[in-house]
């Protein structure tokens, strides 16, 4: 890890840390760990995405998977959140091994396309499958406990989802800066010359995929929990464009890109929400302005500036 | 035996007839050089040996192993590295990471290890920085130590590609024009390179068109026009081939 890595990393400890003693309400503190919950997601859609160069417009789908998992499981079946949290992920992991295959065989506009496709069928599965999903209306999900002790007070989410956004913060630095990410980039920046040193692309496509949906699956079940219910907008196309932005946004294969783009990003609706309905407009005025202007992103953008002015 | 055997390989795109019937053999720790006019099928010879094609016929032997139609990743392990004619750097990391990942198959690969960062696993990475930066020195490349690879100039890219490759601790080094859009300068220097890495034993196949480096570098030549082998010796025997010379109508050869 580099030095301005490790930095970066005490600075957003310590941004954490201090927050909730100064947040006024519980009203920003809800807001800030949604930031932290989508960062969680945008980090890992970025080593996908950013650092190996892959495409996936359904995403959201395996949000999906992982929240109705936490919720359909303890309520019609009896079991424990973290065992349905756990299998959620599983169903989650199997699937994204499955269509990998077939999918890592397209590259450009058709794997975006065939993603697209994956995410709108598990939609459509929520949304139809009203016995168990509870349709369009959505499902209530029981509140998560773990080890005995039961998560109640938004206090207590903060904390564990500000500790797990740490935790995935420095996993994903160190495994960027690792053997296995610099194949993931390498394959991103030349599929041929990665072969040609032993690189099996489709193998590190499929890993960093089924990574990926991991770490949607169980921000899913998450996000689940913590809201107390679940309605199929979670794993909706406009979703997966969200995360998709905040990727672009923040800036491809930036970690700490993942985290402006989440945090500007889930914020700009809050600030918003008196233009009922416009957000949408804005968000793809954003990504274009970001396409057409800053094309690597905020994040590496402006780094690159500084270092230039240094 | 021949270190690396190919026999009556062809390779056809739809009617056209990129490679026929090409048969020749390289010596361990030789260099191997193959040459021809423009479109004579050397790079998709270079592509067929090195995985990135299947063969339509024939027959490739590395080390008396059948390796044909392997894929390019399969022959790394193999030990067979390469550099690209159209320079393929990945310009998305920094020179000397560009250089690390030459080394993938020797390092270990594992995700869960790297994203708890174990110590057995940086120190590793270390010493890799270490081996990369020697490298990178070893050909030339000592003030792009800090670069990002799409900050570096033509010529120190083609170097690049030529550390990263060796990185792969390669058997067999294919070069596919190592000089190409190079200075006379810069020439020199791949010429003491190659044989210095000749020198250690590597066996090196050669594509250039620069005829004074082939000349001076290569132990043997094949000549390749139209697909087909016109002729193979040493350079003196090819410098004085009638039909290598009527190839190239009349080019200094």
């Known amino acids: 890890m580099s030095r301005s890595s490790r930095i970066g990393l005490l600075i957003v400890i310590a941004v954490l840390a201090v927050l909730p003693f100064v947040l006024p309400n519980a009203y920003y503190l809800d ?62 992991g199997l699937l994204a091994l499955l269509v990998a295959r077939p999918i890592f065989a397209l590259r450009g506009h058709y794997l975006a396309m ?34 005995g002790y039961e998560l109640t007070t938004e206090k207590q989410w903060y904390w564990l989802i500000a500790a797990m956004l740490v935790a995935s913060i420095w996993a994903t630095l160190n495994l960027v800066d690792s053997p296995f990410g610099r194949a993931l980039r390498a394959l991103h920046g030349s599929e041929v010359a990665s072969q040609a040193v032993g690189v099996n692309i489709w193998h590190y496509k499929v890993a960093v995929f089924v990574l990926s949906a991991l770490g949607a699956s169980v921000m899913g079940s998450v996000t689940a929990h913590y809201v107390g219910f679940v309605t199929p907008n979670i794993a909706d196309f406009f979703h997966s464009i969200e995360l998709v932005t905040m990727v672009v946004v923040g800036g491809m294969a930036s970690v700490f890109g993942s985290l402006v783009g989440a945090v500007l990003l889930t914020g700009l609706p809050q600030a918003l929400a008196r233009f009922e309905g416009w957000e949408t407009v804005v968000f793809g005025a954003i990504l274009m302005l970001t396409m057409i202007f800053m094309p690597k992103g905020l994040v590496p953008t402006l780094t690159a500036r500084l270092r230039r002015g240094d | 035996m021949p270190f ?160 990263r490759a060796l990185a792969a601790k390669p058997r067999l080094l294919f070069l596919d024009e190592p000089a190409a859009g190079l200075n006379p300068k810069e020439t020199g220097l791949i010429d003491e390179l190659v044989r210095r890495i000749a020198s250690t034993g590597v066996t090196v196949v050669l594509v250039e068109h620069d005829m004074k480096l082939v000349m001076n570098l290569s132990h043997y030549i094949l000549v390749l026009d139209y697909g087909k082998k016109i002729a193979e010796g040493t350079a003196e025997e090819v410098r004085n081939n009638p039909e290598v010379i009527s190839a190239y109508l009349g080019a200094e050869v």
Not at chain 1, 62 to 79: M, Q, R
Not at chain 1, 131 to 146: K, N, Q, Y
Not at chain 2, 45 to 62: A, D, K, M, Q, S
Not at chain 2, 135 to 144: A, E, K, N, T
Request: some cysteine.
């Open chain 1, 31 to 92: 807001v800030a760990i949604r930031m932290c919950i989508n960062a969680i997601v945008v980090l890992s859609l970025n080593m996908l995405i950013g650092f190996a160069g892959q495409i996936s417009l359904g995403h959201a789908g395996f949000l999906g998977i992982g929240a109705y998992a936490s919720a359909v499981l303890p309520t019609h079946y009896g079991w424990p959140p973290i065992a349905a949290l756990g299998a959620g992920a599983a169903v989650s």
């Open chain 2, 4 to 163: 690396l055997s190919v026999r009556n390989l062809s390779k056809s795109f739809g009617g056209v007839h990129a490679v026929q019937d090409v048969t020749f053999a390289v010596d361990q720790g030789t260099v191997y050089s193959v040459i021809g006019p423009n479109g004579a099928g050397k790079t998709t010879l270079f592509n067929l040996v090195t995985g990135i094609y299947t063969p339509t016929r024939g027959e490739i032997h590395l080390d008396g192993e059948h390796v044909g139609g392997l894929a390019p990743h399969e022959l790394a392990g193999l030990g067979v590295a390469r550099t690209f004619q159209n320079l393929q750097v990945c310009m998305n990391m920094s020179a000397m990471e560009n250089v690390m990942v030459g080394a993938h198959l020797h390092l270990d690969r594992s995700m869960l290890k790297a994203m708890l960062r174990l110590p057995t696993l940086s120190a590793r990475e270390s010493a890799l920085r270490e081996e990369a930066a020697e490298l990178m020195r070893f050909v030339g490349l000592d003030r792009y130590l800090d670069a990002s690879a799409d900050a570096m100039p033509y010529g120190a890219l083609k170097r690049l590609e030529l550390a």
């Open chain 1, 114 to 147: 065939a993603t697209l496709g994956l995410g709108i069928i598990l939609a459509m599965i929520f949304r139809n499958e009203t016995a168990f999903t509870g349709g369009p209306d959505g499902i209530a999900v029981p509140s998560l406990g773990l080890f």
